[in-house]
């Protein structure tokens, strides 16, 4: 009973702030050793999310327009190597349509493509997915 009890005490008193490291007293539920330090932790935090939500945006923007320069150059067809080599980038995109013969459109924001043979993917434009379903009666 009395190991146990200083066991206890010792992992209180090791308690220590999550951004200064600085040894915390008092309320076991507590995290911080002070307003200043809570704010600079989350402030922390928000900025590595915003860093990766900044990141996959600008390559969103990014294939997005190399999609819509093409199609503005009256490009509908194009090998993805070709793309590649202009910095698009696969593995970001969108959503996925995919029609009711079956084929699959992934699109980046308004600008889609599907594969039509080995390796040539077709663009097009569609805008209409904004608009939201229509709910029935
Ligand atoms: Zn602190």
Sequence with gaps: MYILFIFMKTFAVERVCLDCGARLLGRSDKKFCSDQCRNNYN???NRDQNNYVRNVHAQLRRNRKILSDLLDDGHHR???????????????????????????WS??????????????????????????????E
Aim: aromatic share 16%; charged share 25%.
């Design 78 to 104: 194009i090998h993805r190597d070709a793309l590649i080599a202009q910095g698009y980038n696969f593995t970001f995109f969108t959503h996925l349509v995919e029609t009711r013969e079956g084929t699959r």
């Design 43 to 45: 402030n922390r935090i």
């Design 107 to 136: 699109y980046c924001f308004e600008y889609g493509f599907h594969e039509t043979e080995e390796g040539y993917l077709e663009l097009r434009l569609c805008s209409s997915y904004l608009e939201m379903p229509v709910e029935e």
